[in-house]
């Protein structure tokens, strides 16, 4: 396999025929399913069940994953008639229109630091709103919001976990240079990954292919490791094969 060829790791937990696998294989590329999270139901779906059931007291929704589109939806019959809705990125705010939500803010920049700065005209102290998260969602969104005067409610959507890795099978693909590509759709998968294969053996792959992340967040936690990526463009899971497949074409 050349390395212009070389295939492309999908990080996030989704099945052969997942949205991003397909845009993938879409261009030609093989993909490595190196599901390195798994995605399940909350551990206590109480707080989340009352605070849908209170949804007329809350002023927006603001929405960090698709995973909280679709739990959120499953369980509400039609969108909150008071609620204003805000999505992290497209990607996101494309799921909750196909569920007949409408989207009122979708930040330029898809990250949480993102959508904070474009709720800041708009948020008012005492503003109430739902956060429905990831188990491992990071203190961005909520702490910036409530830095605007916000009252955050944080309720666990569903639960992030890791998953087993055939490391072993990882690594020989990583030491034959089969690997051309990485992407990334949150930082829990890059701290998952670098978990299950090792420091040593992440900081190999990582060198010998290229990283690419959905959002800035992601992109920061691997700066955090000193890697630098490229942000797909744009923040779809289309623009993150896309993005790809031209990465992969310039590739010596």
Known sequence: MTRAAAAVVVTRDEPADGPLSVELRALGLEVLAWPVLRVRPP????????????????????????????????????????????????????????????????????????????????????????????????????????????EVCQVEAYSTDGAALDARSCCSLIERGEVGAVTFTSPSAVEELERALGSAVFVRLLEGSSPVTLGSTTAHALAARGFSCVLAEPATFKGLADTTYRLLQLRP
């Open 43 to 150: 551990s206590d779906a109480t707080a989340l069940e009352r605070a849908l059931t209170a949804m007329a007291e809350f002023e927006w929704i603001v929405f960090a994953s698709q995973h909280a589109v679709s739990v959120v939806t499953a369980r509400l019959e039609a969108p909150p008639e008071r609620a204003r809705i805000a999505a992290v990125g497209a990607r996101t705010a494309q799921a909750l229109s196909e569920h007949g939500w409408r989207v009122d803010v979708v930040p330029q920049e898809a990250s949480a630091l993102g959508l904070v700065a474009a709720l800041t005209p708009l948020i008012r102290r005492g503003t109430r709103v739902l956060f429905p998260a990831s188990s491992r969602a990071l203190p961005t969104l909520a702490a910036g919001l409530s830095r605007l005067g916000a």
